[in-house]
């Protein structure tokens, strides 16, 4: 996959479906407009409902298991990048948090 430009928004959310696909507390995604994104490779789609009642299609590596990036039925014109697939500790810091509701008592995140 291969990204081009800096992302439209990074976001950290604490729903309860991000915490059980990542096996975390939290998951965090760069959104990138589709036309910035180029997917290759082979991918396993997992497809399930989101609390606003659109679609999500989750997109995973099918060697390691790893989530990759999701398309969100919503927002048809971006696409969902889990962070920890660029393996930059220099990217971008969340921007945005989501489902806060849900957030583990412990867990303490700055947001940019």
Same mark, same amino acid.
């Given at each position: 996959? #291969?990204?081009? @430009? =800096? ?5 950290? +959310?604490?729903?309860? =479906? +991000?915490?059980?696909r990542t096996g975390s507390t939290y998951g965090i995604a760069a959104f990138f407009p589709r036309?910035?994104?180029? #997917? *290759?490779?082979?991918? !396993? ?5 989101? /609390? *606003? %009642?659109?679609?999500? !299609? ?7 298991? *790893? ?11 971006? #696409? &969902?990048?889990?962070? %920890?697939?660029?393996? /930059?500790?220099?990217?971008? &810091?969340? @921007?945005?948090?989501?489902? *806060? ?5 412990? $867990? &303490? $995140?700055?947001?940019?």
């Amino acid at each position: 996959m #291969i990204c081009r @430009g =800096e992302p439209a928004l990074v976001s950290l +959310c604490h729903c309860r =479906e +991000c915490q059980r696909r990542t096996g975390s507390t939290y998951g965090i995604a760069a959104f990138f407009p589709r036309p910035e994104v180029k #997917i *290759s490779g082979a991918a !396993t789609a997992y497809c399930r409902q989101a /609390d *606003s %009642g659109f679609d999500v !299609t989750l997109h995973f590596c099918p060697r390691c298991g *790893s989530t990759v990036f999701w398309e969100a039925a919503r927002k048809p014109e971006m #696409i &969902a990048v889990a962070v %920890g697939a660029f393996a /930059d500790p220099e990217f971008p &810091a969340p @921007g945005k948090q989501v489902y *806060s509701q849900h957030r583990h008592l412990w $867990v &303490a $995140v700055p947001v940019a």
